[in-house]
C-alpha cells in the first residue's frame, strides 16, 4: 500500500456520516429527508473524488458527467473542502483551492469556497490560519469561508452551536462571525428538517442582533437546496416576520451561484418566482448589479468595499426589498442576460 493511499483512507470521509440518523437530527418527513440527506450524500461524494482523482480538469468533468444539474453543485462544494484541506495540511505549497477556484472549479466557486469553510473548522488549529489563508484567495471570494465554517457547526456540532448557541469563534474578525451566522442559519435547514416552525424557534432563541444572518442562511438554503415545497417557503417568508427582507435577501445569492455554474434547478426557479416574483436570471442579474455597485462605490475605501462586499451588498438587497414591500421604490432589477463587469462574481 502506498503512501498516498493511505493518505487518502486516512483523509475520506464514510458515506453514513451523511444520515440524519448518524448525525443526530430530530426525525422529520421521509421525503423531504431522503432529498436532504442527497444533498449530504452529494457533497461527501464531491470530497472523496478529489482524493481519489488527482487531476482538478478531470475530477470537475467527472463530477458534471455524474450529477444532474440540481445537485453537482454540492459535489464541488465537497471539492472544496478537500483543496481547502491540503493546503492547510501544507500551507508552503501554492494553494490547491485557489488554483481550482480560478481554473476548472472557476464556475462553481461561491459553493466550493463554501465547503473550504468547512477544512477550517474540521483542523483543530483551522482557525487561527484564517487571517494568512484568506489573504490567499480572492478577496470577492473569501466571504464565503466563514459562511462554511459556521454551516459545519451547525451541523455536526448542533449541541453547542444550536441548543447551546455558542458564539463564533472569537478568532475571527467581526465581519467573518456576521458571515459564521449565515452559514449557522443555513444548517438549520437540514438539522430541523425543512420544517418551518422549528426553524423559526430555534432562530428566535438566539440574540436579536444574529437572526438577520442566520434568516439569510435559510433563504439560501431553501432556494439553493430545496427540498420542502410551496407551503413551506411560504410559511416561512411569514415566521420570518421583522426578518422577512434578510429571509428574501439570501434567494439572490442561491440565484447568482446556479446562474454562473449553468446548473440551474426548478427548486431555484420556482422559490424566485413564488417569494420574489422574478425569474431566477432576473434575481441573479439583481446582485450582478448590487456588486457593481459595492465595488464602484468610492465613498467606501477599497478595501472595505472589497472585504466586506457580501454584507454591502446584503445590506443593499435588503433595503431594496423593505422599500419594495412599502411601496417605496421597486426592487432595481437590470436587463436580463447582462455581463457582470465583476469578472470573479
Known sequence: MTVSTIWRRLLAIPPRSASFAGLGFAPCDAAVRG?????LETFVLGYNLSLEIADPELLAATLHRQLDAHHVGFAFEGAGMCYALCDLLAPWRPSRLRAFLEGPGRDHDYIAAVGAGFALARLPWGRWLWP?????LDPLIVWCLPDGY???????HPRRYIAGRAAPPAVLPPFARQLFDSG??????????????RIA???????????PEMWCGIGVAAAYAGGAGDNALLALRDLAGPYRADF??????????????????????RAC????GLSAGEASDWIVEAVERVV???????????????LLVRQRLVEELRNSAQGESPCRIPAHGRQPMIASF
Open 35 to 39: 432529498r436532504l440527506e442527497k444533498v
Open 132 to 136: 494568512s489563508y484568506s489573504r490567499r
Open 150 to 156: 459556521g454551516f459545519h457547526q451547525g451541523i455536526f
Open 184 to 197: 449557522l442559519g443555513r444548517s438549520l435547514w437540514w438539522s430541523q428538517g425543512a420544517e418551518p416552525q
Open 201 to 211: 424557534r430555534a432562530i428566535d432563541g438566539f440574540a436579536a442582533a444574529r437572526r
Open 248 to 269: 428574501l435577501s439570501g434567494i439572490p445569492f442561491a440565484t447568482r451561484m446556479r446562474q454562473k455554474g449553468r446548473n440551474p434547478s426548478p427548486v431555484t426557479d
Open 273 to 276: 418566482e413564488l417569494l420574489l
Open 296 to 310: 464602484a462605490d468610492d465613498s467606501v475605501e477599497r478595501e472595505v468595499r472589497l472585504r466586506d462586499s457580501y
